[in-house]
């Protein structure tokens, strides 16, 4: 059992311990047995009235998760550390422009299975729960924002990798059977300073998946960013290169190779992402199939503030009438007439 009180349960305590001195100074003084037993019936209401305003409860019992047969879950990691922000996609627009891209193109191709979207760069994030809502997936992919440059640590690829490992196995725990793809976007830049972990650990989970890849071997430059609003008419200023000692305009550039050794660990295949080119052939080999979803029960909590109510009620009607006769004791006698 716990409370969810009406006010701070400690200033409960207080009030009723300040009424209940009073009461029992009152009870000490009382000119008759009659006035001293209507104070303790007022000590007792005032505690049931205590009772009630803490609203004891017994909380629900957890929600149970919503539990798919069949079907597909589509896990996708992505990237979001300042170098998917390099200018090197259509047009000079940054990475994560053609990332929003093959999201929504997931979302479309794959209509029908359950979706989640996890971000990685100084923190991994699952912006997206398991869910069969696809435009909730294609909403938070096209909000996504490279992360805060001041709060930068450098890039490290298996980022995400522990987080997975713990949503991907929870899901198997529930569902042992069902199919579980994984999408890797990034550019696989290793910027931290350490060695890259594996994902090998990931693939018994895994049924499939795929590693996408965004940049070119040129590079591009990458803007900054505050965590602001990005006004395209007065675009930040690029990050900076101080390492030969004049400051240069940062250049990120994919790296295939450690984008190929994702892939490699994880048993899927990598592919290159251009503008230029579609995404549907990576995502044709993937049957979503028919899902069979049996909807979790919702925990409901037991409310137990009536128990006390109802003694309280009957108490206010004790002291309703105790009030009566105290009025009626109180009322002036008729007059009587004086003669001389």
Known sequence: MTFDSLVPLWLLVLLAAVFAAFAVWRILRAPSVRVGVAWVARIAAVVLLAAVAAQPIIPAPPAQRSVAEGGLEVYIAVDTTSSMAAEDWAGGAPRLDGVKADIRAIAQQLDGASFSLVTFDGAVVQRVPLTTDATAL???????????????????????VAVLGEILGEAAAENPRQRRVLFYLGDGEQTSGAVPGSFESLAPLLSGGAVLGYG???????????????????????????????????????DEEQLAEIAAQLGVGYTQRTAASSIEPVLAEFDVGDADITEGARGVRT??????????????????????????????????????
């Open 138 to 160: 294609v909403s938070a992919g096209d909000v996504l924002t490279q992360e805060v440059t001041a709060y930068s640590l450098g890039s490290s690829v298996d980022e995400p």
């Open 216 to 254: 070119t071997a040129e590079g591009g430059p990458m803007r900054q960013f505050d965590g602001g609003y990005v006004d395209p008419a007065a675009p930040a200023p690029y990050i900076q290169d101080y390492s030969a000692g004049e400051p240069v305009d940062a250049i990120s550039r994919i």
């Open 303 to 340: 409310e137990l503030y009536w128990i006390p109510a109802i003694p309280l009620g009957l108490l206010a009607l004790v002291e309703i009438v105790l009030l009566g006769g105290a009025l009626a004791e109180l009322k002036p006698k008729g007059r009587r007439e004086v003669t001389t």
